[in-house]
C-alpha cells in the first residue's frame, strides 16, 4: 500500500502525492448508473486513431463522462475516423446518432502526446468545433475530461464538470481519511490519514487548498492544508471547539464557527488566521456558514428561533433574515452557483431529505426520498449536487440534477463515505 | 515548596481567615506577599509539625476526591436537551469539591450527540452540553480555567448501532482530566 500523502500518526509531510492502489484494504469508488429519467441525446465517439499512443483510453472515458451526466447515450460507432475525416451523413443517421466526435492521439517531438478531436452534428451535417491538447502523458485523463466538458458544452450551452475533482471523507474501521478524486471517482489520492474523525472539507475557490476540521488534536480545530505540496497549518484552535470552515468567494477569509466566547458562534478569518472578528451575535447556535457567490450575504444555520432554520444576513454580520420555514429542522445550506437555488437539508417525519428552494420565490421541494441525507455540495455549472446518502445500510455519494430526476450513485466498495464537496471549475 | 518559608505567612492566614480544614498551601496567602522575608530558622521550626501535618492531610484529600470520582465520569442527557439532570447534581458537587480542592487540576469535558441529525449542528448541541456540565461547575466555584468544554458531536459514539438504547449511552458528556 503506498503512502497517503499526510498521515496524522507519523506527522510528517510527504512530497509527493500517492495514489490509492486497487488492494482489497483499500476504498475503490465506483460510479454505477441506475434510474436515468429523460430522453437521452445520442452520440457517436469513435475511438481515436493512434489511441494506443495514450496511456489512457480517450475515447471511452470521453463516452463515460457523457453517459454518466445522464444526458447523452453512446450509438455504435465503428474505428476509422479521425479528426481529419469527411463522415458520410448518411450512415451515421443511420446509426441514429445527433452527434459525432473522432479525434487521433500522436506524439510531439519533446514527449507531450498532441490529441485532437472534431465533433459534428449529424442532423445538420456540420462541424461544430475541433480543438488539440498536447499534454503530458500523465495528463491524459485530464484531456479526455477536457474534451467531453467541450462537448457537454457545445451540446447543451452548459459548462461541463468532467474535469473537475471533489474531496470526500472515508472512515474505515477507526481510519479516517480526507480523500481528492475526479469528478467520475477515478485517480483517488488519500489527502490525510488520520486515527481521530475528519469533517466539513472545504475547497479554496482557487483549488490549490482544503480546509476542513480534525479531530487529531482532542477536539475540533480548523486546518488548511495545500492540495499539492501536502503543507499543513492550523487556522483555528481556539478554546472549546472550532468547525465549519467556509471560503469567502475572493479566497481571502474564511467564515468559521466557535465557541471560545461560549456557545457557537459565526466569525470571520482571514486565511492567513489574522484578523478574527465576531459577525453575529446570539444566544443560540449558529453554524454552518456559507457565502452567496457574489460574497455579499452569509446563509448559516441559527436555532435562535426554537429550532434549526436557515438564516441570512450581511457578510460583515447584521441582522439576519429566516430563510427556511418548512418544518422544524432545516441545515446544510449550500447556495448554486448562481445565486439561485438554496439546496439544504431537511427533517420530514424523522427522515432527513435534500431539499432544493428557489431563492426568488422561496419555493422549497424535497427532491429526495431516502432517510440520511447529508452535507450537499453544487457542481461548479450549477447542474448537480453531490451529497451523502445512505443506501442498503452503507454511505455512499449521490450525484443529482436539481429536480431530483437524474440520480446518480457513486459506490464506495469498502469503506464509509462521507462530508462530499465538488471542487471548483480551475484546476492547478 | 519550602514550608519554612511560607509556614508563618499561611498559618498567620489560616488564623485570619478562620479556616477548619487543610491549609492550602498552593494558594497565596491573603494579607501576606510572597516576598515577605523568610522567618528565622529558631522561630519556624516551633510551626514546622502542625504545617506538616496539614499537608499530609491535603494531599490525601485529593486522592479520596479522584478515587471517589472514578466511575463518575458521564453525565447522560435526554433527547434534543442540555439539561443537566437532577439526579446527576452528587456528581457534579463531587468534580466541584475536587477541583476546587486542588486548583491545579484542569478538565475536559467533551459533550456527545447520538447519530441522528447533521454533523455540525451535532457538534454545535454537544458543546452546549459540554457548557452545560461546565456551568454546574463554575457555579459551585470551579475556576473558568480549569475546565473546557469541548465537543465531538456525533462523530465519538460510545454505542454503535441505531435505536433508543444506543442513542441514550451516546448523549453524554465526558469528563475528563487533562
Same mark, same amino acid.
Given at each position: 500500500?503506498?503512502?497517503?500523502?499526510?498521515?496524522?500518526?507519523?506527522?510528517?509531510?510527504?512530497?509527493?502525492?500517492?495514489?490509492?492502489?486497487?488492494?482489497?484494504?483499500?476504498?475503490?469508488?465506483?460510479?454505477?448508473?441506475?434510474?436515468?429519467?429523460?430522453?437521452?441525446?445520442?452520440?457517436?465517439?469513435?475511438?481515436?486513431?493512434?489511441?494506443?499512443?495514450?496511456?489512457?483510453?480517450?475515447?471511452?472515458?470521453?463516452?463515460?463522462?457523457?453517459?454518466?451526466?445522464?444526458?447523452?447515450?453512446?450509438?455504435?460507432?465503428?474505428?476509422?475516423?479521425?479528426?481529419?475525416?469527411?463522415?458520410?451523413?448518411?450512415?451515421?443517421?443511420?446509426?441514429?446518432?445527433?452527434?459525432?466526435?473522432?479525434?487521433?492521439?500522436?506524439?510531439?517531438?519533446?514527449?507531450?502526446?498532441?490529441?485532437?478531436?472534431?465533433?459534428?452534428?449529424?442532423?445538420?451535417?456540420?462541424?461544430?468545433?475541433?480543438?488539440?491538447?498536447?499534454?503530458?502523458?500523465?495528463?491524459?485523463?485530464?484531456?479526455?475530461?477536457?474534451?467531453?466538458?467541450?462537448?457537454?458544452?457545445?451540446?447543451?450551452?452548459?459548462?461541463?464538470?468532467?474535469?473537475?475533482?471533489?474531496?470526500?471523507?472515508?472512515?474505515?474501521?477507526?481510519?479516517?481519511?480526507?480523500?481528492?478524486?475526479?469528478?467520475?471517482?477515478?485517480?483517488?489520492?488519500?489527502?490525510?490519514?488520520?486515527?481521530?474523525?475528519? &469533517?466539513? %472539507? *472545504?475547497?479554496? =475557490?482557487? +483549488?490549490?487548498? #482544503? !480546509? /476542513?476540521? $480534525?479531530?487529531?488534536? @482532542?477536539?475540533?480545530?480548523?486546518?488548511?492544508?495545500?492540495?499539492?505540496?501536502?503543507?499543513?497549518?492550523?487556522?483555528?484552535?481556539?478554546?472549546?471547539?472550532?468547525?465549519?470552515?467556509?471560503?469567502?468567494?475572493?479566497?481571502?477569509?474564511?467564515?468559521?464557527?466557535?465557541?471560545?466566547?461560549?456557545?457557537?458562534?459565526?466569525?470571520?478569518?482571514?486565511?492567513?488566521?489574522?484578523?478574527?472578528?465576531?459577525?453575529?451575535?446570539?444566544?443560540?447556535?449558529?453554524?454552518?456558514?456559507?457565502?452567496?457567490?457574489?460574497?455579499?450575504?452569509?446563509?448559516?444555520?441559527?436555532?435562535?428561533?426554537?429550532?434549526?432554520?436557515?438564516?441570512?444576513?450581511?457578510?460583515?454580520?447584521?441582522?439576519?433574515?429566516?430563510?427556511?420555514?418548512?418544518?422544524?429542522?432545516? &441545515?446544510? %445550506? *449550500?447556495?448554486? =452557483?448562481? +445565486?439561485?437555488? #438554496? !439546496? /439544504?437539508? $431537511?427533517?420530514?417525519? @424523522?427522515?432527513?431529505?435534500?431539499?432544493?428552494?428557489?431563492?426568488?420565490?422561496?419555493?422549497?421541494?424535497?427532491?429526495?426520498?431516502?432517510?440520511?441525507?447529508?452535507?450537499?455540495?453544487?457542481?461548479?455549472?450549477?447542474?448537480?449536487?453531490?451529497?451523502?446518502?445512505?443506501?442498503?445500510?452503507?454511505?455512499?455519494?449521490?450525484?443529482?440534477?436539481?429536480?431530483?430526476?437524474?440520480?446518480?450513485?457513486?459506490?464506495?466498495?469498502?469503506?464509509?463515505?462521507?462530508?462530499?464537496?465538488?471542487?471548483?471549475?480551475?484546476?492547478? | 515548596?519550602?514550608?519554612?518559608?511560607?509556614?508563618?505567612?499561611?498559618?498567620?492566614?489560616?488564623?485570619?481567615?478562620?479556616?477548619?480544614?487543610?491549609?492550602?498551601?498552593?494558594?497565596?496567602?491573603?494579607?501576606?506577599?510572597?516576598?515577605?522575608?523568610?522567618?528565622?530558622?529558631?522561630?519556624?521550626?516551633?510551626?514546622?509539625?502542625?504545617?506538616?501535618?496539614?499537608?499530609?492531610?491535603?494531599?490525601?484529600?485529593?486522592?479520596?476526591?479522584?478515587?471517589?470520582?472514578?466511575?463518575?465520569?458521564?453525565?447522560?442527557?435526554?433527547?434534543?436537551?442540555?439539561?443537566?439532570?437532577?439526579?446527576?447534581?452528587?456528581?457534579?458537587?463531587?468534580?466541584?469539591?475536587?477541583?476546587?480542592?486542588?486548583?491545579?487540576?484542569?478538565?475536559?469535558?467533551?459533550?456527545?450527540?447520538?447519530?441522528?441529525?447533521?454533523?455540525?449542528?451535532?457538534?454545535?448541541?454537544?458543546?452546549?452540553?459540554?457548557?452545560?456540565?461546565?456551568?454546574?461547575?463554575?457555579?459551585?466555584?470551579?475556576?473558568?480555567?480549569?475546565?473546557?468544554?469541548?465537543?465531538?458531536?456525533?462523530?465519538?459514539?460510545?454505542?454503535?448501532?441505531?435505536?433508543?438504547?444506543?442513542?441514550?449511552?451516546?448523549?453524554?458528556?465526558?469528563?475528563?482530566?487533562?
Amino acid at each position: 500500500m503506498l503512502e497517503p500523502l499526510v498521515s496524522v500518526s507519523r506527522r510528517r509531510t510527504l512530497a509527493a502525492l500517492a495514489a490509492l492502489g486497487a488492494g482489497p484494504a483499500l476504498a475503490q469508488l465506483r460510479i454505477d448508473i441506475a434510474g436515468v429519467g429523460g430522453t437521452r441525446v445520442p452520440v457517436a465517439i469513435v475511438d481515436f486513431r493512434d489511441e494506443s499512443k495514450s496511456p489512457q483510453p480517450i475515447a471511452a472515458i470521453v463516452r463515460a463522462d457523457l453517459e454518466r451526466s445522464g444526458l447523452f447515450r453512446s450509438v455504435d460507432a465503428p474505428a476509422g475516423l479521425s479528426e481529419t475525416s469527411v463522415p458520410v451523413w448518411t450512415d451515421w443517421r443511420a446509426r441514429q446518432a445527433d452527434a459525432l466526435a473522432a479525434g487521433s492521439v500522436s506524439r510531439l517531438a519533446d514527449g507531450r502526446l498532441d490529441i485532437r478531436f472534431k465533433l459534428w452534428d449529424v442532423v445538420k451535417g456540420a462541424e461544430v468545433v475541433g480543438e488539440a491538447h498536447a499534454v503530458q502523458p500523465d495528463d491524459a485523463r485530464l484531456a479526455a475530461h477536457r474534451i467531453a466538458d467541450t462537448i457537454y458544452q457545445k451540446l447543451t450551452g452548459d459548462r461541463g464538470v468532467f474535469a473537475t475533482r471533489m474531496a470526500y471523507v472515508t472512515k474505515a474501521g477507526r481510519r479516517f481519511s480526507l480523500v481528492i478524486a475526479d469528478a467520475d471517482g477515478e485517480g483517488a489520492k488519500v489527502a490525510l490519514a488520520s486515527p481521530e474523525p475528519i &469533517i466539513s %472539507p *472545504a475547497w479554496a =475557490p482557487n +483549488g490549490r487548498e #482544503l !480546509a /476542513y476540521v $480534525s479531530f487529531e488534536s @482532542g477536539k475540533a480545530t480548523v486546518r488548511i492544508q495545500d492540495v499539492q505540496t501536502g503543507g499543513r497549518r492550523v487556522l483555528a484552535d481556539f478554546k472549546g471547539t472550532n468547525s465549519a470552515p467556509a471560503w469567502s468567494p475572493d479566497g481571502q477569509q474564511l467564515a468559521i464557527s466557535l465557541s471560545r466566547e461560549g456557545g457557537t458562534q459565526l466569525f470571520v478569518i482571514n486565511r492567513d488566521g489574522s484578523g478574527l472578528r465576531r459577525i453575529a451575535q446570539s444566544g443560540a447556535i449558529d453554524t454552518e456558514a456559507c457565502y452567496s457567490p457574489d460574497g455579499s450575504k452569509i446563509y448559516f444555520v441559527s436555532d435562535r428561533g426554537g429550532s434549526p432554520q436557515v438564516y441570512r444576513m450581511p457578510a460583515s454580520g447584521g441582522s439576519a433574515e429566516r430563510v427556511t420555514f418548512g418544518g422544524n429542522y432545516n &441545515i446544510s %445550506p *449550500a447556495v448554486s =452557483p448562481d +445565486g439561485r437555488t #438554496l !439546496a /439544504y437539508i $431537511s427533517r420530514i417525519g @424523522g427522515a432527513f431529505r435534500l431539499s432544493v428552494m428557489d431563492l426568488g420565490t422561496g419555493q422549497a421541494q424535497q427532491i429526495s426520498d431516502a432517510n440520511d441525507d447529508e452535507s450537499p455540495s453544487f457542481a461548479p455549472n450549477g447542474r448537480l449536487i453531490v451529497y451523502a446518502s445512505r443506501a442498503g445500510g452503507k454511505e455512499v455519494l449521490m450525484t443529482t440534477t436539481l429536480d431530483g430526476k437524474i440520480k446518480t450513485p457513486l459506490l464506495v466498495t469498502l469503506a464509509e463515505v462521507r462530508e462530499p464537496t465538488w471542487g471548483p471549475f480551475t484546476r492547478q | 515548596m519550602k514550608l519554612t518559608r511560607f509556614a508563618l505567612p499561611l498559618i498567620a492566614a489560616a488564623a485570619l481567615a478562620g479556616c477548619s480544614s487543610a491549609v492550602k498551601l498552593d494558594e497565596p496567602a491573603p494579607v501576606e506577599t510572597r516576598t515577605t522575608t523568610p522567618p528565622a530558622s529558631t522561630t519556624s521550626q516551633g510551626t514546622t509539625a502542625p504545617a506538616a501535618e496539614s499537608r499530609v492531610a491535603t494531599v490525601d484529600l485529593n486522592a479520596q476526591y479522584t478515587e471517589q470520582v472514578r466511575d463518575k465520569r458521564v453525565v447522560y442527557f435526554d433527547f434534543d436537551s442540555d439539561a443537566v439532570k437532577e439526579e446527576y447534581r452528587p456528581l457534579v458537587e463531587l468534580h466541584a469539591k475536587r477541583l476546587n480542592n486542588n486548583k491545579r487540576l484542569a478538565m475536559t469535558l467533551e459533550g456527545h450527540t447520538d447519530e441522528r441529525g447533521g454533523r455540525e449542528y451535532n457538534l454545535a448541541l454537544g458543546q452546549r452540553r459540554a457548557e452545560a456540565v461546565a456551568k454546574s461547575l463554575t457555579l459551585l466555584g470551579v475556576g473558568g480555567a480549569q475546565v473546557e468544554a469541548v465537543s465531538f458531536g456525533k462523530e465519538r459514539p460510545a454505542a454503535q448501532g441505531s435505536g433508543e438504547e444506543a442513542w441514550a449511552k451516546n448523549r453524554r458528556v465526558e469528563l475528563k482530566d487533562k
